[in-house]
Nanobody, 125 residues
Framework: VQLQASGGGLVQAGGSLRLACAAS????????MGWFRQAPGKEREFVAT????????YYADSVKGRFTISRDNAKNTVYLRMNSLKPEDTAVYYC???????????????????WGQGTLVTVSS
C-alpha cells in the first residue's frame, strides 16, 4: 500500500491550499482516509477524515468550517481543501488509511494502518 501526499507549500495567512493523497496497492472500499498534522515540537494531531465508500466526514474543531475533505474514487485520491489558513495551521500534513470497524477511532493516529510521507504547509503572517 502506498499513500502519496502532495500539494503543500508556502501561503500567506488567509490564503488557500489543496492537498492531495493518492492511494494505491489495494482496494480501499472498507477504509477511512484521514489527514493528520504535526507542527514542530508538537504531537501529531487529527485534522479530518472521510469514509472511502460513503460520504461520512469528521473534522477537528480547529479546522471545522475552513477545511473540506473529499475523495475522487476514479482517481483513488483524497483531497483536503484548506481555506482561511492561519499561521497556526503550519505543520507537516500526513494522509493515512484505516480499516473501518474493530473499535478503531477516526481521530486517533495509532488506529490508522498506513501512512503517507507528509507534505509541509507553511502559513506566513
Amino acid at each position: 500500500v502506498q499513500l502519496q501526499a502532495s500539494g503543500g507549500g508556502l501561503v500567506q495567512a488567509g490564503g488557500s491550499l489543496r492537498l492531495a493523497c493518492a492511494a494505491s496497492g489495494r482496494t480501499f472500499s472498507n477504509y477511512r482516509m484521514g489527514w493528520f498534522r504535526q507542527a514542530p515540537g508538537k504531537e501529531r494531531e487529527f485534522v479530518a477524515t472521510i469514509v472511502w465508500g460513503g460520504v461520512s466526514t469528521y473534522y477537528a474543531d480547529s479546522v471545522k468550517g475552513r477545511f473540506t475533505i473529499s475523495r475522487d474514487n476514479a482517481k483513488n485520491t483524497v483531497y483536503l481543501r484548506m481555506n482561511s489558513l492561519k499561521p497556526e495551521d503550519t505543520a507537516v500534513y500526513y494522509c493515512a488509511a484505516s480499516v473501518i470497524g474493530g473499535g478503531r477511532r477516526p481521530d486517533v493516529s495509532r488506529d490508522y494502518d498506513y501512512w503517507g510521507q507528509g507534505t509541509l504547509v507553511t502559513v506566513s503572517s
